[in-house]
Nanobody, 127 residues
Framework: QAQLAESGGGLAQPGGSLDLACTPSERSFVIYANYIMAWFRQAPGKEREFVAAVSWRNNKKVYSDSVKGRFAISRVAAENALYLRMNSLQPEDTAVYYC?????????????????WGQGTQVTVSS
């Protein structure tokens, strides 16, 4: 069972925007201050790709070059909620987007360090 749950995917036109959200699927799941929360994506026939991550402690944020300047990751620690605002969407952004949690607080870009995942939400960008 996935410990995290994503919402907000769907269909957008090129140049459009979508918002994704992620919260724990169980009330008992706590996101501790040393955790890193991130978004990954996987397009059909491609490997999983890092998108963006945020430190739960100090709100430091990192982005992949492919989304920098277009996407914005944010968190509301008090609500245990993670968000991804996606602007200027392009067809190449089409993928299943996953929320993930890295308890180690290290290796921001390494998917193997993320031990908790959501089931994913489909984002399709098409005219």
């Amino acid at each position: 069972q996935a410990q995290l749950a994503e919402s907000g995917g769907g269909l957008a036109q090129p140049g459009g925007s979508l918002d994704l959200a992620c919260t724990p699927s169980e009330r008992s799941f706590v996101i501790y201050a040393n955790y890193i929360m991130a978004w990954f994506r996987q397009a059909p026939g491609k490997e999983r790709e890092f998108v963006a991550a945020v430190s739960w402690r100090n709100n430091k944020k990192v982005y992949s070059d492919s989304v920098k300047g277009r996407f914005a990751i944010s968190r509301v620690a008090a609500e245990n909620a993670l968000y991804l605002r996606m602007n200027s969407l392009q067809p190449e952004d089409t993928a299943v987007y996953y929320c993930a949690c890295n308890p180690s607080g290290e290796s921001w870009y390494d998917g193997s360090k993320y031990h908790y995942w959501g089931q994913g939400t489909q984002v399709t960008v098409s005219s």
